[in-house]
């Protein structure tokens, strides 16, 4: 896991780059506190279940970062094996690697260094110097903070195929499988995750867990209600209910969402820490390929939740084990959702303190 590497697609329409965290006289990118600033400002612009940005940062030196677990942050009840926490810090993981290639450095990913004494080290990340960043690179970097997970209805124009084979290509990058699901398999995909988001919300340790994550616009952690998109009016899509239990039925607007919604399904070859890392990454550079087409996402995993915790040993199927299920399309503008400041998840303690 070394490096950004390339879209196959150059030529994608998107925004002028971003303003990227730069040193213009090849100063290492840990080495000031701005620099620092700039780096994780990117890293936690990722997606995270919830909205729980599970992540800590530990500055080692001047070119090295450590990613932790805040398991603080876990979700007991329906991620007791952090799964989405990984998959979500896979995803930060992704922007810092790109955030360090626009400083003109490589950044090397050592994932799990530590795992008997230290199992909450999920990377070190050591930049090393390197040319100038490509132009693909500097793409979805600019993507960083125009990627929002859209819950609203899409308009039903179908994604068209060099589009699709950019997402499946972003993920293959990745060490990850995107595989499109269409037609009838695609409805019977959707049964499941309705299954699954009536499971839980019939199931009181759900609805408490996920009222501690929603429904206010004052925190910078969370999902908060401009975000939570309106009820599907017909049902026709398990969207996840965030509103579960909280507002009176029928207070919520309902819109008509597209009736053949396009799905994908992401894979990883096996079902362990370093494959939600892996598989947080890939997510995160097909969503940032997708935000480039102009295209918006949304995510399902409610029937991940549902699964025991030993789910590690479940049958995996010819692509492997799912780790999300991925809704694309074209949709409305969607505002942003805040994020913890960065001083706010960077540990100044030194590793002896910690241990101590
Ligand atoms: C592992 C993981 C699981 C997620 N599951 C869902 C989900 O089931 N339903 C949903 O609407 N969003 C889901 N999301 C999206 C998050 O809620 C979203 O990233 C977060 O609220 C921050 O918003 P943003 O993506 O717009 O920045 C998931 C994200 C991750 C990383």
């Known amino acids: 896991m070394t490096g950004a590497g390339a879209i196959s697609d ?23 506190r701005a620099g620092v600033r700039r780096l994780l ?24 970062m450590e990613l932790y677990a805040d398991l603080d942050r876990l979700l007991s009840v329906t991620d007791p094996m952090g799964r989405g926490l990984g998959i979500s810090c ?42 100038p960043p490509d132009q693909d690179e500097r793409l979805l970097f600019g993507m960083i903070p125009h990627r929002r997970t859209n819950r609203f209805p899409f308009d039903g124009r179908p994604l068209a195929r060099n589009v699709f084979l950019d997402l499946v290509t972003a993920a293959h990058t990745e060490g990850a499988t995107l595989v499109p699901v269409k037609g009838r398999t695609a409805r ?3 049964d499941l995750v309705a299954v699954a988001e009536g499971t839980l919300t019939a199931e009181e340790s759900y609805r408490a867990e996920l009222a501690r994550w929603v429904g206010s616009e004052a925190r910078s952690d969370g999902v908060p209600e401009h975000a939570f998109g309106p009820r599907p009016r ?42 939600w890392l892996r598989a947080g990454q890939a997510l995160q550079r097909v969503l940032l390929t997708a935000t480039a087409h102009g295209v918006a996402a949304s995510m399902f995993s409610q029937p991940l939740d549902v699964r025991p915790p030993q789910h590690r040993g479940d049958h995996a199927g010819p692509f492997g084990y799912v780790q999300m299920l991925v809704r694309f399309g074209y949709g409305p503008p969607v505002p942003h959702v805040p994020r913890r400041p960065v001083f706010e998840v960077l540990d100044r303690r030194t590793r002896e303190a910690r241990r101590g």
Do not use: C
């Not at 990227?20 to 290492?28: H, I, L, T, V």
């Open 90 to 131: 896979g995803a930060a993981l992704f922007n810092l690697r790109l955030a360090i290639r626009m400083t003109g450095h490589a950044p090397q990913v050592l994932p799990l260094p530590d795992p008997g004494e230290r199992p909450d080290l999920l990377a070190t990340v050591r930049a090393t110097p390197d040319g």
């Open 10 to 32: 150059s030529g994608v329409p998107g925004a002028a780059p971003h303003a990227a965290p730069q040193s213009a006289d090849g100063q290492k990118p840990f080495a000031t």
């Open 41 to 64: 400002h990117a890293a936690v612009a990722a997606p995270s279940v919830h909205n729980t940005q599970p992540w800590r940062f530990r500055r080692v030196d001047d070119a090295t």
């Open 188 to 190: 019977r995909v959707l």
């Open 234 to 275: 017909h049902g026709e899509l398990p969207m996840r209910d965030f509103a579960v239990g909280d507002l009176p039925p029928g207070t919520r607007e309902q819109a008509d969402f597209e009736p053949y919604p396009q799905l994908a399904v992401l894979f990883t070859t096996d079902d362990g820490p370093l494959d």
